[in-house]
């Protein structure tokens, strides 16, 4: 008797979880329409509604880490946050020598240095770019994009990386940071001591 009353909490508790998430899925599905039809009724209807979603979605720079924000808010909940653990830096940026580089700076590092985060943000961009070679781009909750050049990257795409997490490690010893607000780079000196 004591141990069917266990096994109906126990299966009580675990529809409740399934309901749960059956409910959360639904409503995502829900607002994934909404939003889809919201977009193709106003491309259809009016011009300048497609001209203004090419302009802010194709030409600048979305705020990810606000789109984090929200639907970590709305969607996942307190209860339900991501508690790994992660590796994470103690040290300050350590470099020998710096020099101005293209739209950043060129730092002079350890061989096989470990590259942190500067500060939480996720990351936009995994790849080559000109002058700066492999590159990982963190978009920083704080709206600052942040270019890691000549870095092998330890993150995938859409990561959200913690501050002082690790990026990558630099290929020789040269580190490239570049520094991007509002589509516009900015001076290093503000984010590197």
């Known amino acids: 008797m004591v141990e069917s009353k266990f096994y109906k909490k126990k299966e009580s508790k675990h529809n409740s979880n399934i309901k749960k998430y059956i409910r959360s899925f639904i409503t995502k599905i829900l607002l994934t329409i909404i939003v889809t039809l919201i977009l193709l009724i ?27 924000a929200i639907y970590d808010k709305y969607f996942i909940g307190k209860e339900e946050k991501n508690n790994d653990t992660k590796e994470v830096f103690n040290e300050n940026l350590v470099y020998t020598t710096k020099s101005m580089y293209e739209d950043g700076v060129k730092l002079t590092v350890k061989s096989n240095y470990l590259v942190k985060a500067l500060d939480s943000g996720i990351v936009v961009f995994i790849g080559d770019k000109d002058k700066y070679g492999k590159t990982v781009i963190v978009q920083q909750v704080n709206g600052v994009d942040v270019f890691y050049g000549n870095v092998n990257s330890s993150v995938n795409m859409y990561d959200y990386v913690e501050k002082d997490s690790l990026i990558g490690e630099v290929i020789d010893t040269k580190l490239y940071l570049a520094f991007q607000k509002e589509g516009n780079f900015v001076d290093y000196k503000e984010y590197i001591k």
């Open 42 to 68: 106003g491309f259809k209807t009016n011009l300048d509604f497609k001209s203004n979603f090419n302009k802010y979605v194709y030409n600048t720079s979305l705020p990810f880490t606000d789109f984090k």
